[in-house]
Nanobody
Framework: QVQLVESGGGLVQPGGSLRLSCAASGNIARISVMAWHRQAPGKQRELVATMVTSGGSTTYADSVKGRFTISRDNAKNTVYLQMNDLKPEDTAVYYC?????????WGQGTQVTVSS
């Protein structure tokens, strides 16, 4: 089992920045991919960014390329999502997800609201 706890969401003005954190615990040695997803009201959950734990390769949704960065701190078992130049359309609940062997694990989500 893997437990994930997100933090760092909040209210920010357009053009501002936020950094989300996802702290992992449990059987973390089995995690092969970490990812951030988001779900806006009335919309389907979408993939935002991924990181392969072995090697650290990353991918991003076209809508966030150049603005968001996924990174990790192995010593803290934590994955981050640095979000810059935020736009109102980035407003959503952001979820951390871990893939371990054939299982997927979700965090509880953290709300990000971009508004003036």
């Amino acid at each position: 089992q893997v437990q994930l706890v997100e933090s760092g969401g909040g209210l920010v003005q357009p053009g501002g920045s936020l950094r989300l954190s996802c702290a992992a615990s449990g059987n973390i040695a089995r995690i092969s991919v970490m990812a951030w997803h988001r779900q806006a009201p009335g919309k389907q959950r979408e993939l935002v960014a991924t990181m392969v734990t072995s090697g650290g390769s990353t991918t991003y949704a076209d809508s966030v390329k150049g603005r968001f960065t996924i990174s990790r701190d192995n010593a803290k078992n934590t994955v981050y999502l640095q979000m810059n130049d935020l736009k109102p359309e980035d407003t959503a609940v952001y979820y951390c997800r871990a893939r371990a062997l054939t299982s997927g694990y979700w965090g509880q989500g953290t709300q990000v609201t971009v508004s003036s």
